[in-house]
């Protein structure tokens, strides 16, 4: 999985391409955290992300609860419609802001 950061203002941006699954789900963690510190709103760009595992769901859900937490927002958009079937069978669509 490839990950592009751009911030503006205060709104962090992570254009994601690949997979999320249990390789690359502790780079998204990593580069969540480090957004999670300089940005109040985060927008996830999905895609080009065409498969998403249960390591990256875990992901998504600690991100969304820091998010959270901390005061801020967390945002999913473009998400493909296999990504979102996924989301609508975990019952994601009811945790996760998507737009």
């Given at each position: 999985?490839?990950?592009?950061?751009?911030?503006?203002?205060?709104?962090?941006?992570?254009?994601?391409?690949?997979?999320?699954?249990?390789?690359?789900?502790?780079?998204?963690?990593?580069?969540?955290?480090?957004?999670?510190?300089?940005?109040?709103?985060i927008?996830?760009?999905?895609?080009?992300?065409?498969?998403?595992s249960?390591?990256?769901?875990?992901?998504?859900?600690?991100?969304?609860?820091?998010?959270?937490?901390?005061?801020?927002?967390?945002?999913?958009?473009?998400?493909l419609?296999?990504?979102?079937?996924?989301?609508?069978?975990?019952?994601?669509?009811?945790?996760?802001?998507?737009?």
């Open positions: 999985m490839e990950i592009k950061k751009t911030i503006t203002d205060y709104t962090g941006v992570l254009t994601l391409s690949g997979r999320l699954d249990t390789v690359t789900s502790p780079k998204l963690q990593e580069a969540l955290a480090e957004l999670m510190s300089s940005s109040d709103k927008e996830l760009d999905f895609s080009e992300i065409g498969y998403v249960s390591a990256g769901l875990r992901v998504l859900l600690l991100g969304h609860k820091n998010a959270s937490a901390s005061g801020k927002t967390m945002t999913l958009k473009n998400v419609p296999e990504v979102m079937e996924v989301f609508e069978i975990t019952g994601f669509l009811d945790i996760l802001t998507i737009i």
